[in-house]
């Protein structure tokens, strides 16, 4: 099992300590635990959509602290399948360079190179990621 992203700590609602989740994904039914700055929760409550969830953690009385922080549960990875963490340090042999970091953008992830260039991870700029052998194959003409 692995730690995945099912979304980020939202605006608070109501006086309960209940809170939305920001770019769900994950289902987050009422029993599951997930974890916030490291410490594990059992979710108490599910109301709204699958969209725009609504949960209420245990022991967590006002969310406003928690605001943006990642609810991590646990999950396993399909075939094809990678955490963007995994990508950090694999060579990029198109640009010469290796990862640096990944950035959360609006509409996706983006690769950041030791040189910054950036490369959005998305399937017409990124041909093939290859984790055992820490490759990542980019579409150059794509990337201009």
């Given at each position: 099992?692995?730690?995945?992203?099912?979304?980020?700590?939202?605006?608070?609602?109501?006086?309960?300590?209940?809170?939305?989740?920001d770019a769900p994904r994950h289902a987050l039914p009422e029993g599951c635990t997930v974890f916030v700055q490291s410490e594990a929760r059992t979710v108490e409550r599910r109301a709204g959509t699958d969209d725009r969830p609504?949960?209420?953690?245990?022991?967590?009385s006002d969310p406003r602290a928690l605001r943006g922080e990642p609810l991590l549960v646990e999950d396993e990875l399909e075939e094809g399948e990678w955490l963007a963490s995994d990508l950090v340090g694999c060579r990029v042999p198109?640009?010469?360079?290796s990862v640096a970091r990944?950035?959360?953008?609006p509409?996706?992830?983006?690769?950041e190179l030791e040189d910054g260039t950036l490369i959005p991870l998305i399937s017409d700029?990124?041909?093939?990621v290859d984790t055992e052998a820490r490759e990542i194959h980019v579409h150059k003409d794509f990337l201009g």
């Open positions: 099992m692995t730690l995945v992203t099912a979304g980020r700590v939202g605006t608070p609602h109501g006086l309960d300590g209940s809170f939305y989740v609504l949960v209420r953690l245990t022991g967590v198109e640009l010469e360079g990944i950035l959360d953008a509409s996706c992830s983006v690769l700029a990124v041909e093939r």
